[in-house]
C-alpha cells in the first residue's frame, strides 16, 4: 500500500508544473490509456522517467490532440518534456507542434545534429532558436524552452541554460489547428543533402515522457528545481541496432531464406514474410553473403568484425532524370528481389533481379513501344572457399553510352563501386583503415593508397582501346577524376577493413580503369565520403545525404572500376563479370587464384558419351556435357595446369550426369566427400546436372575421375572383399 502511495505521490510531482502556480494548458503523461489522444502509426510503452513513455518509431508514430483540447497560450509560455533519442532527425522533428505553414503557432524539437529549440511566429515572421549543445543518444534529457515577449527565448537542458535569442514581440498562435506529438505539421527539405529531392514526412525517433505547455512565464531557478524533482531510474532502453545477418561464426555451407530481422520500429511497416531475405553461410570461415530488404536486395558480404561491403549494382541516368537510377533507390524493393537457384555442398547460386530507378520509381531507357526499361540480372555462384563469380547481364533500350554527353544526362553507366556499410553507431574511421585501397596487376605489382592526408589520384593516362571502352560503356569525362593508376594494369582491388577477412574483386585487366570516389568528402566529419541515405532509410525520398553523426547505419565509397572488358555485348545489352568475396590472403597470395580464373588450365576429357564445354568463367566451372542416357562409364578429365595457368579449388559440372551417385579420384587416389571434397545434384527440367567441387591447389597437371558409385561400386567392394584362391 504504501509503495502505491509512493508511485501517485512520484507522478503528480512528475506532472506537477515547474512553476506551481498555475495547471499545464496541456500535457501528456504517455501512462498507458491515460491521455484519451487519437495515437497514429507503429508505438509501444516502454519505461519512462516515471511510469511509462511513448516509443515513436522514427516513421509513423503521431500524437493528434484535437485543438479544443489544447488550450490557450498567453504572451509568454514555457514547454517541458522529458526525451530519450535513438536517432538524429533527418531535419528538424517535432517534440510537440501546433503551427500551420510557419506563418503561426509554434514549433519544440530537435534539429538533425542533436540541437534543440523553439521555432515561432513572432510580428509577422517565423523566428528559430536552437541550443548551443547537442544532446546525446540513448540518454535521458529534460529539456525545457520558454518564451518571453519582453526578453526571448530561453533554452534549459537538464536544468541548465543552454541557449537564448532575443525575439521581442507578441507571437501569433494557431489555436484552430491540432496539437501534434513526435511528428511535424509541415514536411521540411532534408538536410545535408547532396541534391535536394522531395520534403520529407517521418516521425520523432526515440523516448518522450512528461511533456507539457503552460501559459506564463517561467524562471532558471524554478527550472532547476523542476529538473531536480525527478530522477530518470535508469537508461531509456534504448541503443543501436546490430545489422542483422543470421547466426554468427561458420555454419553449414548453403543459401538459407529467412526473415532478417532489424530493430522494430524498422520491421513493423514491411509487408513480408519468413522468407523475405537470403544469407549464404560457410563452414570454414565466419563470413557470410547477404541478400536483406534493408538494402534492397543489394547483396553484401560481412566480416568476421560484423562490418558490411558490396561491390554495388547497375547504376545509370538519361535525359531528362536530374538524378541517376540504381536499386539503392528502390526504398520498399518493389522492382527487386533475390531467389536462390542452387544450394548443395558443393556451391550456392543466387539469382538478384531488379529495375535501376529513380527514388521517384522512374524507369531508365524506357522502350517508347514496349514500356520497358532497364532491366538487370545478377547471378552470384559461391562456393565453399569464399571465391564468388558476379555475372552482371543488362537488358537496355540503350545498351552503349552516347561518347560526350557526360555524366547526369544521357550517359553514365556504372557497373562496380566499392562501398563499405557502416553498421549503426560506427563511423567509417571504426571500419576502414587510412590505406584503404590495394591494387594489384597479374605481374604481382601492387600499390596501396592511404586516405590519410587526400582522397588519392591522378589524371588518365590509359591507353586509347582503354579510353574507348570508358567512353563507350562509362561516358565519364575522366579530366573530371582522380584515377588509381598504379600499378599499371592494376586489376585486383582489394579494400583495407578492420577486421580479419577484407574484401577483394578480379576483373579482366584488358581495358581496366579505376577511378577514386574523391568528391562529396567533408574531412572535418571523415576522411572519406560518408552518406546515411541507404540503406534501411525507407522514409526519406533522397539520392545522397551527408552523414553528420553515427547515429544511423551509413555508408562509405572507395573507387569504381569504371571499365574492363566486357564479357559480352549485344544490340539489348552488356553481360559484365568479377570475381569477388572475402579473404585473410595478400594480394599475392590472391594471384594464383586471380590466374586460375582468367587464364585457366587446358581441359582434356575422356570417357563414352561425354564431351568437352571447356571453362566457363560466368560459374567459375569447368563444363562437361554427357550424350545420350546415363551408363556405368567412368569420366576422365585432366586439367592441363601449369604456373601461368594453375588449378586454384576447381569446380566441375557435369551435364546431364544423372540420378546416380559419384565417387571422385584425384590423381589415382579416391577421394571421400568432406570438407575437401564436395559433390551437389542439380535437377533441372531437362535433367540432372552434378557438381563437383575440390580444395586443391596445382601447378602440374591434374587428373580427375568421376564414376557412378552404385553397382559398379558394389561389384569393386565384392571383388575385394572375396577370398584369393
Not at 491521455?35 to 515513436?56: K, M
Not at 531509456?236 to 547466426?247: D, K, N, Q
Not at 563452414?283 to 536483406?292: A, E, K, S
Not at 555462384?381 to 552516347?402: E, F, H, L, M
Request: proline share 8%; hydrophobic share 40%; charged share 20%.
Amino acid at each position: 500500500m504504501q509503495r502505491g502511495l509512493l508511485r501517485i505521490l512520484v507522478l503528480l510531482l512528475a506532472s506537477a508544473p515547474l512553476g506551481a502556480q498555475r495547471a499545464p494548458v496541456a500535457s501528456w503523461s504517455f501512462e498507458q490509456g491515460k491521455d484519451a489522444d487519437e495515437i497514429r502509426g507503429f508505438h509501444t510503452f516502454v519505461p519512462g522517467v516515471a511510469g511509462t513513455g511513448l516509443r515513436f518509431d522514427g516513421q509513423t508514430t503521431t500524437v493528434i490532440r484535437k485543438a479544443a483540447r489544447m488550450g490557450r497560450l498567453g504572451p509568454a509560455f514555457w514547454i517541458e518534456a522529458w526525451v530519450a533519442i535513438q536517432e538524429y532527425p533527418w531535419t528538424w522533428c517535432a517534440i510537440a507542434n501546433q503551427e500551420k505553414g510557419h506563418k503561426a503557432g509554434y514549433f519544440f524539437g530537435i534539429d538533425p545534429e542533436g540541437r534543440f529549440g523553439l521555432q515561432l511566429a513572432v510580428n509577422g515572421r517565423w523566428q528559430e532558436s536552437q541550443s548551443d549543445i547537442k544532446l546525446s543518444l540513448y540518454a535521458w534529457n529534460h529539456l525545457v524552452a520558454a518564451f518571453d515577449p519582453t526578453t526571448g527565448v530561453r533554452l534549459y537542458c537538464n536544468g541548465k541554460l543552454v541557449g537564448t535569442k532575443a525575439v521581442i514581440g507578441r507571437p501569433t498562435f494557431a489555436p484552430t489547428v491540432d496539437g501534434w506529438v513526435g511528428r511535424n505539421h509541415t514536411p521540411l527539405g532534408l538536410s545535408h543533402e547532396v541534391k535536394v529531392v522531395a520534403p520529407v514526412a517521418y516521425s520523432f525517433n526515440g523516448i518522450i515522457d512528461g511533456l507539457s505547455v503552460h501559459d506564463g512565464a517561467v524562471g532558471a531557478p524554478e527550472v532547476e528545481a523542476g529538473f531536480a524533482r525527478l530522477k530518470p531510474s535508469g537508461p531509456p532502453p534504448l541503443a543501436a541496432p546490430v545489422l542483422p545477418a543470421g547466426p554468427k561464426g561458420p555454419g553449414r555451407f548453403g543459401a538459407y531464406y529467412t526473415r532478417l530481422k532489424y530493430a522494430e520500429e524498422w520491421e513493423n511497416p514491411w509487408r513480408v514474410g519468413d522468407a523475405a531475405d537470403i544469407v549464404v553461410r560457410f563452414d570454414g570461415m565466419p563470413i557470410r553473403l547477404v541478400f536483406w530488404r534493408g538494402t534492397s536486395y543489394i547483396p553484401a558480404w560481412v566480416t568476421d568484425t560484423g562490418i558490411w561491403y558490396t561491390n554495388e549494382f547497375y547504376e545509370t541516368q538519361s535525359d531528362p532524370m536530374e538524378i541517376s537510377a540504381e536499386p539503392m533507390a528502390d526504398k520498399q524493393a518493389r522492382l527487386s528481389y533475390a531467389k536462390i537457384l542452387e544450394s548443395t555442398d558443393a556451391r550456392v547460386v543466387v539469382l538478384w533481379r531488379y529495375a535501376p530507378v529513380t527514388v521517384n520509381y522512374e524507369l531508365v531507357h524506357a522502350d517508347p513501344l514496349t514500356g520497358w526499361g532497364d532491366w538487370v540480372e545478377e547471378t552470384y555462384t559461391v562456393y565453399p572457399d569464399g571465391a564468388c563469380v558476379r555475372k552482371i547481364k543488362v537488358w537496355s533500350s540503350n545498351p552503349q553510352v552516347i561518347p560526350g554527353k557526360g555524366p547526369g544526362t544521357n550517359g553514365f553507366r556504372q557497373y562496380h563501386e566499392a562501398i563499405i556499410i557502416n553498421p549503426p553507431g560506427t563511423r567509417p574511421e571504426d571500419n576502414i583503415r587510412p590505406d584503404a585501397l590495394t591494387l594489384t596487376n597479374m605481374q604481382g605489382a601492387s600499390h596501396t593508397y592511404s586516405w590519410a592526408h587526400e582522397a588519392p589520384g591522378e589524371k588518365a593516362n590509359y591507353d586509347a582501346e582503354t579510353m574507348k571502352l570508358l567512353g563507350r560503356i562509362s561516358d565519364l569525362e575522366p579530366d573530371t577524376h582522380k584515377w588509381l593508376t598504379q600499378p599499371p594494369g592494376g586489376n585486383i582491388l582489394q579494400v583495407n577493413l578492420k577486421a580479419k577477412y577484407s574484401p577483394y574483386v578480379v576483373v579482366d585487366p584488358r581495358h581496366v580503369a579505376i577511378d577514386c570516389y574523391a568528391g562529396e568528402i567533408i574531412r572535418e566529419r571523415s576522411m572519406f565520403p560518408w552518406w546515411n541515405h541507404w540503406p534501411v532509410s525507407q522514409q526519406i525520398r533522397s539520392n545522397g545525404r551527408w552523414a553528420v553523426a553515427p547515429d544511423r547505419v551509413s555508408h562509405s565509397s572507395l573507387a569504381h572500376i569504371q571499365s574492363w572488358q566486357p564479357f559480352a555485348e549485344t544490340e539489348t545489352g552488356i553481360t559484365m563479370l568479377m570475381l569477388n568475396g572475402l579473404t585473410d590472403k595478400s594480394s599475392a597470395e590472391l594471384l594464383p587464384l586471380a590466374r586460375s580464373w582468367l587464364s585457366p588450365p587446358a581441359l582434356e576429357v575422356a570417357g563414352a558419351g561425354f564431351r568437352s564445354e571447356g571453362f566457363d568463367a560466368t560459374e567459375k566451372a569447368f563444363v562437361v556435357s554427357r550424350e545420350g542416357a546415363a551408363t556405368s562409364q567412368p569420366l576422365q578429365i585432366t586439367l592441363r595446369a601449369g604456373e601461368p595457368s594453375p588449378v586454384v579449388n576447381p569446380a566441375l559440372v557435369i551435364r546431364n550426369w544423372g540420378l546416380a551417385p559419384a565417387r571422385v579420384e584425384i590423381d589415382g587416389q579416391a577421394a571421400p566427400a568432406g570438407k575437401d571434397l564436395r559433390v551437389g545434384s542439380v535437377h533441372r527440367l531437362e535433367g540432372d546436372d552434378l557438381v563437383v567441387w575440390i580444395r586443391k591447389d596445382a601447378t602440374a597437371p591434374l587428373r580427375i575421375t568421376v564414376a557412378p558409385a552404385g553397382a559398379d561400386a558394389a561389384r569393386q567392394q565384392d571383388s575385394r572383399e572375396r577370398p584369393i584362391d
